[in-house]
């Protein structure tokens, strides 16, 4: 089987696994997603969700959360890692949104690079989740993934982004990503990968060289 044709399958298989793949942070709108995806460095979904659904009932445009300031925004996100350093980066971004950008979250990659604390994984994201550009966001799970598959090595994200670019098929990257953190998450994980359960073992190059 030649390369193409495996990755082919093997996005074909995830996606009959799991057809609407979605991020599992909580995000209304694409300045929720943000500030959800901001605050998400270094913690987990779930606590940043808990966090949100008591900032977001409060404050949830960038005029909102400018207004609290960051003294003010810190009791909402005080139990999510490194957050005075995200509180400032949060409410310094609001208040480039409103004065660069009419308030709203731009769907451009360097706009949004320009936002303190948004970097190209962050940008990724935004751009692939609330404007479905086929870009592809690497994090732990999806470097993990990209490198035991076979399917993208490398030794930093941006190798392993542009890998992945070149290898999906145009017709999967829109969910690639998210298929592959869920993948990553979920079965191939970091210690104990769940090979038994996996849908594409049979593809993966680490699988076949663990295999027995």
Partial sequence: MSDAARWHELFR???????????????????????AVMLSAQATD?????????????ANTPEAILALGEEGLKPYIR?????????????RTCALLIERHGSRVPADRAALEALPGVGRKTANVVLNVAFGEPTVAVDTHVFRVANRLGIAPGKTPLEVEQGLLRAIPKRYLRHAHHWLILH?????????????????????????????
């Fill in 46 to 58: 779930v606590s940043v969700n808990q966090a949100t659904a008591r900032l977001y009932p409060v």
């Fill in 13 to 35: 298989r995830l996606r009959r696994a799991n057809p609407e793949p979605a991020t599992e942070l909580v995000g209304a709108t694409p300045f929720e997603l943000l500030v």
């Fill in 79 to 91: 139990t999510i890692g490194l957050y005075h350093t995200k509180a400032k980066n949060i409410v």
């Fill in 184 to 212: 990553g998450r979920y079965v191939c994980r970091a210690r104990k990968p769940h090979c038994g359960d996996c849908v594409v073992a049979d593809l993966c190059a680490w699988a076949m060289q663990h295999a027995g």
